[in-house]
């Protein structure tokens, strides 16, 4: 069983930045990744970036272009992504998720994560 909360979420004008947070909890995380994902309205959650917990490894979707940066903190089982130069089209619910069957492997579809937090609302607007 894996434990994930986000915070973090909030309004910012374009341009802006924030940074989320996922704590994670529970079982052991070796092997695990832990992914951010995000959801518009009347759309399916699409992949943002993801690290594997052992070795750090982030990979990015095609999405933030740069923008986006997931960084993990073992010291407080929490995975962090700083979003800089925000764009109202980044507007969503973010949500933390946990692959626990992964092998390493980074999967970029939702069905793949067996554990979901229960997201962060971002909004992007002037």
């Known amino acids: 069983q894996v434990r994930l909360v986000e915070s973090g979420g909030g309004l910012v004008q374009p341009g802006g930045s924030l940074r989320l947070a996922c704590e994670v909890s529970?079982?052991?995380?070796?092997?695990?990744?832990v992914a951010w994902f995000r959801q518009e309205p009347v759309k399916e959650r699409e992949f943002v970036a993801a690290v594997e917990w052992n070795s750090d490894s982030p990979w990015y979707g095609g999405l933030p272009q740069g923008r986006f940066t997931i960084v993990r903190n073992l010291a407080k089982s929490t995975v962090y992504m700083q979003m800089n130069r925000l764009e109202p089209e980044d507007t969503g619910v973010y949500y933390c998720?946990?692959?626990?069957?992964?092998?390493?492997?980074?999967?970029?579809?939702?069905?793949?994560?067996?554990?979901w937090g229960p997201g962060t609302q971002v909004t992007v607007s002037s």
């Open positions: 529970g079982r052991t995380l070796s092997g695990v990744v």
């Open positions: 998720a946990a692959d626990v069957d992964s092998s390493g492997k980074i999967n970029t579809a939702a069905p793949q994560y067996d554990y």
